[in-house]
């Protein structure tokens, strides 16, 4: 994967720039020592690495402002970073930029309950913001599996979905508000503490831009009451295409599931061997949730398993109680790290129609076979946002091309059947060279002209999101 030569004026600046750095935010707040670095140098695709020029971790929105106005005066790039649990190479570094961590800003700063909102620092975790409010009977619905760990900023510039969001939306449909801080150091609040801002939907913008357009700083985020309760079936089928099919006529149906999670063979074995799921054998597994009052529950429930009996299913399994409705979750949202204890994988994520689920796995396996890579499947079924994950070798030579190639004729495949290369995972650097598949060069055009009025000099994350040959004459 091609990246731009680092600007040799700023490597040579080095030492003036972490100096000033320094001077703004105190020792803790500056890494340059190259093996503290290396904490920095890729995020959750990590077949990309590249050390920054140094790591800045502020501790407040004035200390975000402080450093962007000195990478703004000295011409440095900026690489926003939360978590670094990015599958898309969105938060690597270029050898030139300073990478800005958010980690340290994870504070709630208002909890208003009458007007359901929290108000927090972008570094927050996603679990760590229900963490906050459930004692009273509240939750944050966005719920990534990477919920542990990702940040409120990672998951606001990616607009992260999670297995939750088929009821409740993603990220962009449970943020009220945002402060960013501009590429020039300028502070601005987008949005606030209530739904539909007046004005042009900057906020609609900034969720999903992928540290192209701002920092951001704190968030305002939707939350909402708990259900009376939740339960899932575990529905299991021997072929994939069945499995799609059952999808397709549970969404066609009108019931809207809290969750339709799709597992397969290979990765329904590797979440039972991780974590003891006890998932029935099959080839393909549906966990769908629903959600309400017992009543509500058991009769959403009923339809769905009577839909589900239809396509013959090798197993129906109601979980029978909170433990083991936590256990048959723990396996679904452990699943990318139980892979990766068989081997290196590269995880994809692109969008198709539900209805086209059933061929659409079916020429994936195709696909994986013909070029002799193992693909597992596990995903959200429910709203068509597919997570193949390709099975390599990092050690073998060649492998990972072959990987990157299969990786990108499938996210081809989803634009092809009328879906989009990213779900939830973003662009990054992973998908920027196959942009043009679905984009014309005029809607890319379009896309760079928004970021040239939020950040003229192109300083923000570079190398991201559009094809280096596109923009090529706008980086300073
Ligand atoms: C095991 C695993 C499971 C995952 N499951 C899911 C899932 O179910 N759903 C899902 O959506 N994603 C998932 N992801 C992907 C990832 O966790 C999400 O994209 C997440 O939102 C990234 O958050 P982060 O804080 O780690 O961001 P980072 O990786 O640090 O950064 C991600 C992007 O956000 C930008 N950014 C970071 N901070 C800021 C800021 N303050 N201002 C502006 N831009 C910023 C970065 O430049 C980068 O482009 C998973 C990842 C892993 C490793």
């Known amino acids: 994967m091609q990246m731009p030569q680092p600007d040799a004026g700023v490597l040579a600046n080095k030492p003036r720039i972490a100096a000033r750095l320094r001077a703004a935010l105190g020792p803790r707040g500056v890494i340059d020592d190259p093996i503290e670095l ?29 450093v962007m106005k000195i990478c703004h005066e000295e011409g440095v ?14 938060a690597l570094p270029t050898a030139d930029a ?9 504070r709630v700063l208002e909890t208003d309950y009458d007007n359901r909102f929290i108000r927090v620092e972008a570094g927050r975790t996603n679990l760590s913001v229900t ?39 993603v990220t962009t449909n449970n943020l009220m508000g945002v402060t960013m801080v501009m590429a020039d150091g300028e502070v601005v609040e987008i949005g606030g503490a209530h739904l539909d801002a007046g004005g042009l939907d900057l906020l609609g913008l900034v969720c999903g831009s992928e540290g192209q357009l701002g920092v951001v700083t704190e968030a305002t985020l939707r939350i909402l009451a708990k259900p009376e309760g939740a339960r899932p079936v575990l529905i299991g089928y021997n072929s994939a295409e069945v499995a799609g099919a059952c999808v397709s006529d549970i969404i066609k149906s009108g019931i809207l599931p809290v969750a339709i999670e799709y597992m397969d063979r290979l ?66 949202k452990t699943a990318f790290g139980a892979m990766g204890q068989i081997n290196d994988y590269m995880c994809l994520d692109g969008t198709i129609p539900v209805s ?3 061929e659409v796995l079916r020429r994936i396996g195709e696909m994986g076979a013909e070029v002799g890579l193992q693909v597992g499947n596990v995903f959200h ?18 492998d990972l091309e072959k990987t990157e190639a299969l990786g990108a004729e499938i996210l081809k495949l989803c634009v092809a059947v009328g879906g989009c290369l990213t779900g939830e995972h973003g662009v990054g650097v992973e998908k920027r060279d196959i942009m043009p598949s679905q984009y014309a060069e005029a809607d890319l055009e379009i896309q760079m002209q928004v970021k040239d009025v939020f950040d003229p000099d192109w300083g923000l994350n570079p190398a991201k999101v559009f094809p280096l040959d596109a923009s090529a004459g706008r980086r300073g």
């Open 131 to 169: 963490g906050a409010v459930e004692q009273d009977g509240f939750f944050y619905a966005p719920d990534p599996s990477s919920q542990l760990a990702c940040a409120i900023a990672g998951n606001i510039a990616m607009n992260s979905g999670g297995a939750h969001c088929l009821k409740y939306g």
């Open 267 to 332: 990765v329904i074995k590797a979440a039972d061997a991780h974590v003891g799921a006890n998932y029935p054998d099959c080839e393909a597994l549906l966990i769908v949730e629903v959600e309400g009052s017992d009543a509500e529950i058991d009769d959403q429930l009923g339809r769905i398993v009577k839909i589900a009996k239809r396509h013959n299913p090798v197993e129906i399994r109601e979980s029978g109680s909170a433990a083991e409705a936590a256990r048959i979750w723990q396996g679904r």
């Open 356 to 358: 086209r689920l059933p």
């Open 98 to 106: 300073v990478l800005l961590g958010v980690a340290r800003m994870n």
């Open 38 to 66: 290396r904490a920095y140098e890729c995020d959750g695709l990590s077949a990309y690495r590249c050390p920054p020029l140094c790591a800045v971790l502020p501790a407040s929105t004035e200390q975000v402002a402080a």
């Open 77 to 90: 790039p900026v690489v926003p970073r939360g978590a670094g649990t990015s599958l898309a190479g969105g």
């Open 381 to 398: 079924a429910g709203d068509g946002n597919m997570h193949p994950l390709i099975l390599y070798d990092a050690n073998k030579p060649g």
